[in-house]
């Protein structure tokens, strides 16, 4: 079992910045790809960015490329989520998720099904 607990959400100005961290415990080998989705009001879950705890590739969404950087503390077994020049479309509850390697890799790409673990969320809004 993984347990996942998010924190560091809140309100900012767009333009502002918020960092989010994941603190994670449980099997590690069911937490070596760690990623974070988002989910606004009326919409599907999207992946937002992922990265490979062990090898430290990362992967991105095209909405979010530039401005996001996901990164881990494995001393703290812990994954941040820094978001900077935050927009009006990205307010959301956004989630962290856990899944194991495929073979020797974490996928690239950013499916809900490849995750098997998930945080509780936490909620990011952003004023005009």
């Known amino acids: 079992q993984v347990q996942l607990v998010e924190s560091g959400g809140g309100s900012v100005q767009a333009g502002g910045s918020l960092r989010l961290s994941c603190a994670a415990s449980?099997?590690?080998?069911?937490?070596?790809?760690m990623a974070w989705f988002r989910q606004a009001p009326g919409k599907e879950r999207e992946g937002v960015a992922r990265?490979?705890?062990?090898?430290?590739?990362?992967y991105y969404d095209d909405s979010v490329k530039g401005r996001f950087t996901i990164s881990p503390d494995n001393a703290k077994n812990t994954v941040y989520l820094q978001m900077n020049s935050l927009q009006p479309e990205d307010p959301a509850m956004y989630y962290c998720?856990?899944?194991?390697?495929?073979?020797?890799?974490?996928?690239?790409?950013?499916?809900?099904?490849?995750?098997?673990?998930w945080g509780q969320g936490t909620q990011v809004t952003v004023s005009i």
């Open positions: 998720a856990a899944g194991p390697k495929w073979g020797e890799h974490c996928l690239t790409r950013l499916w809900t099904g490849d995750f098997g673990y």
């Open positions: 449980g099997d590690i080998y069911r937490r070596k790809c």
């Open positions: 990265i490979d705890t062990v090898g430290g590739t990362t």
